[in-house]
């Protein structure tokens, strides 16, 4: 039997088992972190599927492609692999695989600011989940539809749904859910007001992330969370060491929403501290990082971004504020430290 290698990693001719194995290996080593070495194996293992006319392996690897399109912020190619592999999926009658399929495209779907479809997709996952008793996938599913209930400024649903998940996950010892539907009860408290349980939902999203040894792969949401609840206090100083984290983290990823977001909270930091020059330039340089993908900040996500312009063209005039803005877009990302 021949072999040949991917990123130093033996793997054997076309056959059935090595074309499962390599998207094996690639689907884990994306979750750890090495998208490098996992987008090479996927791509590989697509290529022996294909050959051998394997249907359910061909969907397999399309769905895990979206995720890695994603994470490069590359929605054209998520949204074709995403649909090709949900179309495969379905073809076969397997609802596991519609709803791997799913995620990266109702991920998509929230981002580009198409809500109701987002919803739509949440909600077939949600009634594929309970037929299969996933339990766990039903926690995650109904999260989905808080971060909906989110974006749409539906807070007291957001805080339902996400409530109803917490309690799902914790029963089923499902650490990874409890912290994602801690995080929406965290950005949702956040946008109700209510800085004190904000900071206290995040305080243990951050305590759990560093016990379980999750840096430095932290993501840049969890430190900008509650960056932005530092700010609404007036503590610039706390606001500025999380946003700096966060920036850090971002980088790390490679992600432009990440780096995007991360941006954005360094901007709100600064500018209670009277630099709303720099504020101006930060959220110019986020803007033109989210158009460098495709995907400028939809209207759910507004309000920080409008919060923090309002104060920095307050201190600066409309004309020095439009003026620092064109400059930090006109900058590479880099050099917004």
């Known amino acids: 039997m021949t072999s040949d290698s991917v990123d130093g990693i033996s793997v054997a001719a076309a056959t059935p088992s090595s074309a499962r194995a390599a998207w094996f290996l690639g689907s884990h080593l994306y979750g750890i972190g090495n998208a490098t070495a996992s987008a090479r194996l996927v791509d590989d293992a697509l290529a022996r599927f294909e050959e051998l006319g394997d249907r359910w392996g061909t969907a397999a690897a399309l769905a895990t492609r979206s995720f890695h399109a994603k994470l490069r912020g ?5 949204l074709r692999d995403g649909e090709r592999s949900l179309e495969l999926f379905r073809g076969l009658g397997d609802e596991w695989g519609q709803l791997q399929a799913m995620v990266p495209l109702r991920t998509r779907a929230e981002i580009v600011g198409e809500y109701g479809y987002a919803g739509e997709l949440h909600g077939l996952c949600l009634a594929i989940a309970e037929r299969l008793d996933l339990r766990r996938e039903v926690s995650f599913q109904l999260s989905g539809l808080g971060r909906i209930a989110l ?4 807070y007291g649903r957001a805080g339902e749904l996400h409530e109803r998940a917490r309690r799902i996950a914790v029963e089923q010892t499902d650490s990874f859910g409890e912290q994602y539907a801690e995080i929406g009860l965290g950005m949702g408290a956040r946008r109700a007001g209510d800085l004190d349980a904000a900071e206290a939902h995040m305080r243990n999203v951050l305590d759990t992330h560093r016990r379980m040894g999750y840096e430095p792969g932290m993501p840049a949401l969890i430190l900008a969370e509650p960056g932005f609840a530092a700010e609404l206090r ?13 920036l850090a983290a971002a980088r790390a990823t490679g992600d432009p929403r990440s780096l995007a977001l991360a941006l954005e909270g360094l901007a709100g930091a600064v500018s209670p501290a009277g630099d709303a020059a720099r504020a101006a330039r930060l959220l ?6 989210r158009a460098s993908v495709g995907v400028p900040l939809p ?30 877009a006109a900058r590479p990302p880099e050099e917004a430290a």
Request: charged share 30%; no cysteine.
């Open 74 to 78: 590359d929605f054209p190619a998520l």
């Open 151 to 154: 974006l749409t400024r539906e």
């Open 234 to 246: 007036g503590d610039a100083g706390r606001a500025l060491e999380l946003q700096r984290s966060g």
């Open 284 to 289: 110019g340089t986020a803007a033109a990082v």
């Open 299 to 328: 209207e759910g996500e507004h309000d920080d971004v409008v919060r923090i312009g309002t104060r920095a063209r307050a201190v600066l005039g409309a004309d020095a504020y439009e003026a620092e803005y064109a400059r930090g």
